[in-house]
T-cell receptor, first 111, second 113 residues
Framework: ELKVEQNPLFLSMQEGKNYTIYCNYS?????LYWYRQDPGKSLESLFV?????AVKQEGRLMASLDTKARLSTLHITAAVHDLSATYFC???????????FGKGTKLTVNP | SAVISQKPSRDICQRGTSLTIQCQVD?????MFWYRQQPGQSLTLIAT?????????ESGFVIDKFPISRPNLTFSTLTVSNMSPEDSSIYLC??????????FGPGTRLLVL
């Protein structure tokens, strides 16, 4: 059974700093997703990573995937307050469309 | 991409009653998914709905409690039956289009008193 673990679950950081959120998954998965959720809102798709070594960047966020280590990272560069949200990673159950989500990382960026 | 709408956006219901949530997509999709997000928690898949066949439920979810309809390739409903306060959650439908991304609807916020 696929399990997904994220850490940290809570992250408070200052504007301008860098940090990384980690997402480990327990069995083979062919797709890894990152989503953002603002309070009271639905999920916004950030990245989908399909292959080993995949790296995608959008603004101050960069996601990578290491399928051998079963690890994805979401790196935040020079954080700004607007990045405050909860970030979820989700892995696709091998050979299916089913997504298994991590518990989420609640990010707060302080001025 | 896909544009997904859900109705209602929120509701407050009495225990013992049922609520049907609608999900409409702007394009034809093979599979639609229903997720639950309990307060302050992550998302859990309830079931996968294919057009023309019965929904496939995940462990811990049963058809009598969460009946699903999928009458065509752009629409699905999820009913939350015989509700209790523990059913208070956000219910989200999602689809995966020809692209790789899986999109989520805006969610239905349900409070059961």
């Amino acid at each position: 059974e696929l399990k997904v673990e994220q850490n940290p679950l809570f992250l408070s950081m200052q504007e301008g700093k860098n940090y990384t959120i980690y997402c480990n998954y327990s069995t083979t998965s062919d797709r890894l997703y990152w989503y953002r959720q603002d309070p009271g809102k639905s999920l916004e798709s950030l990245f989908v990573l399909l292959s080993n070594g995949a790296v995608k960047q959008e603004g101050r966020l960069m996601a990578s995937l290491d399928t051998k280590a079963r690890l994805s990272t979401l790196h935040i560069t020079a954080a700004v307050h607007d990045l405050s949200a909860t970030y979820f990673c989700a892995a696709a159950q091998g050979g299916s469309e089913k997504l298994v989500f991590g518990k989420g990382t609640k990010l707060t960026v302080n001025p | 991409s896909a544009v997904i709408s859900q109705k209602p956006s929120r509701d407050i219901c009495q225990r013992g009653t049922s609520l049907t949530i609608q999900c409409q997509v702007d394009s034809q999709v093979t599979m639609m998914f229903w997720y639950r997000q309990q307060p302050g928690q992550s998302l859990t898949l309830i079931a996968t709905a294919n057009q023309g066949s019965e929904a496939t439920y995940e462990s811990g979810f049963v058809i009598d409690k969460f009946p699903i309809s999928r009458p065509n390739l752009t629409f699905s409903t999820l009913t939350v039956s015989n509700m209790s306060p523990e059913d208070s959650s956000i219910y989200l439908c999602s689809v995966r289009t020809g692209e790789e991304t899986q999109y989520f609807g805006p969610g239905t916020r349900l409070l059961v008193l």
